[in-house]
């Protein structure tokens, strides 16, 4: 009974990080076009891909309502870049700022969100 306390608390101790990143794109976007050029193979190496996976997601269906996901306003611009929990929105990046500020942004989002801290994350 003990063994089973004590697993419980390790457990428990461990930061609960169960987000995904969606990135709302449409065909044509170069803001999009230029993330994957810069990011896409990598961000699913990264601490922070590990802590919120990539969901992809076309703008026509969020507009139409045919996604998982409840954003807390409607998407204008691509890429758009939500954090969700349990398909609710928690924060978003709108638009891609470049590889340097995306980071940043997305880091603080994370951090402010979810508790993400990139020092303290195993390497996936």
Do not use: H
Not at 20 to 27: A, G, I, S, T
Not at 40 to 65: F, M, N, W
Not at 90 to 100: S, V
């Amino acid at each position: 009974m003990r063994a089973l306390a004590a697993l419980f608390a390790i457990f428990a101790a461990l930061p609960a990080l169960a987000a995904d990143l969606v990135m709302v794109e449409q065909p044509g976007c170069a803001y999009c076009r230029q993330w994957d050029t810069e990011l896409s193979e990598i961000y699913p190496k990264t601490p922070e891909g590990q802590a919120a996976p990539l969901v992809r997601v076309q703008l026509v269906d969020v507009q139409k309502g045919r996604t998982e996901f409840d954003f807390a306003r409607p998407v204008n611009f691509t890429p758009t870049f939500v954090l969700v929990e349990d398909g609710a929105e928690l924060a978003r990046i709108e638009g891609y700022p470049g590889e340097d500020f995306f980071w940043g942004l997305l880091g603080m989002m994370l951090k402010a969100q979810i508790g993400f801290d990139p020092a303290t994350q195993a390497d996936g």
